[in-house]
């Protein structure tokens, strides 16, 4: 059964910290991972990876997907409260339509 | 350019009412993405359609759930007879002709709870 897990599950961390969310994947025919911000609305795009190793920068967060060991991490240095959010990782297959979705690490900024 | 618009925001309904939820795809897309999201979960892929073709409805439950999307108006979700458990919020996203579930913009979101 295809599956996305997120961790840590939540995260506290004071305003200026670096923080790494982690997201492992099992998915039959893969072909991208996705990250979202959600802030008690619509989940926001932020960064879509196809190819290991390639990272992806926006700002102060960055991407990057591991293939072979079937993970990704997104980084956020220098973190501010309008980070506080829960950031949502996708993953698509080959054929499918549906996007397959963690549950989520919820992300408290603390000033 | 509107983004993609759901409505209502918040809809509360009796156990055994029904819920209808709408979608307003952005303009110019045709492709719409059905997800529900329960509580300390992640989305859970619902349905996929399409004008006037459900595409994909392998996440939809076997009852009381349904969908649509008509050649003209939004894309409805029907819940029929609703129970405690379709507490949770219903999130749209859309894409367009050419795009797929990457390239999918999604909406704000309908929080239904039911009493």
């Known amino acids: 059964e295809d599956k996305v897990v997120q961790s840590p599950l939540s995260l506290v961390v004071h305003e200026g910290d670096t923080v790494t969310l982690n997201c492992s994947y099992e998915?039959?025919?893969?072909?991208?991972l996705l990250w979202y911000k959600q802030e008690k609305k619509a989940p926001t795009f932020l960064f879509m990876l196809?190819?290991?190793?390639i990272e992806k920068k926006s700002g102060r967060l960055s991407s990057i997907l591991d293939k072979k060991e079937l993970f990704s991490i997104l980084n956020i240095t220098a973190t501010q409260t309008g980070d506080s959010a829960v950031y949502l990782c996708?993953?698509?297959?080959?054929?499918?339509?549906?996007?397959?979705f963690g549950k989520g690490t919820t992300l408290s900024v603390s000033s | 350019n509107a983004g993609v618009m759901q409505n209502p925001r918040h809809l509360v309904r009796r156990r055994g009412q029904e819920a209808r939820l709408r979608c307003s795809p952005m303009?110019?897309?045709?492709?719409v993405y059905w997800y529900r999201q329960l509580p300390e979960e992640g989305l859970k892929f619902m349905v996929y359609?399409?004008?006037?073709?459900?595409?994909?409805e392998s996440g939809m439950p076997k009852e009381r759930f349904s969908a649509e999307f008509p050649k003209e108006g939004p894309s409805i979700l029907r819940i029929q007879q609703v129970v405690r458990g379709d507490s949770a919020a219903y999130f749209c996203?859309?894409?367009?002709?050419?795009?797929?579930?990457?390239?999918?913009?999604f909406g704000q979101g309908t929080r239904l709870t039911v009493v």
């Open positions: 996203a859309s894409s367009p002709p050419w795009g797929t579930n990457t390239e999918a913009f």
């Open positions: 998915v039959t025919n893969f072909r991208s």
């Open positions: 196809t190819s290991s190793g």
């Open positions: 996708a993953v698509s297959h080959q054929a499918g339509t549906a996007l397959i």
């Open positions: 303009k110019g897309h045709s492709h």
């Open positions: 359609l399409q004008k006037e073709n459900i595409i994909d």
